[in-house]
């Protein structure tokens, strides 16, 4: 099993830039690759961004491919999400997840999520 805590989240200006980190402890040997999703209120969660643990580029939401950016380091254990030109719409709470092959197979670890909100 995979714990994850996510930082960064805070309030930010329209325009602005945040990142975004997710550390990762507990056993890492059966990632298969990781996540972000996003949820704003009133809304169900979003894919943002994924990437596979070991390599491979990452993939993003079509809408958000050109603003953000998603990266790891394996031997912090830890993964990124570089977010850039920042609108209110993307105000809402931002999780790291894991994607791990377990014996009942590919489960998804979710961290408690960090807060973005962008407001002037």
């Known amino acids: 099993q995979v714990q994850l805590v996510e930082s960064g989240g805070r309030l930010v200006v329209p325009g602005g830039s945040l990142r975004l980190s997710c550390t990762i402890s507990?056993?890492?040997?059966?990632?298969?690759?990781m996540r972000w999703s996003r949820q704003a209120r009133g809304k169900g969660r979003e894919f943002v961004a994924t990437?596979?643990?070991?390599?491979?580029?990452?993939a993003y939401a079509d809408s958000l491919k050109d603003r953000f950016a998603m990266s790891k380091d394996n031997v912090q254990k830890m993964v990124f999400l570089q977010m850039n030109k920042l609108k209110p719409d993307d105000t809402g709470v931002y999780y790291c997840?894991?994607?791990?092959?377990?014996?009942?197979?590919?489960?998804?670890?979710w961290g408690n999520g960090t807060l973005v909100t962008v407001s002037s």
């Open positions: 997840g894991a994607d791990v092959d377990t014996t009942d197979g590919r489960v998804t670890y």
């Open positions: 507990g056993r890492t040997s059966n990632i298969y690759s």
């Open positions: 990437i596979a643990w070991n390599g491979g580029m990452p």
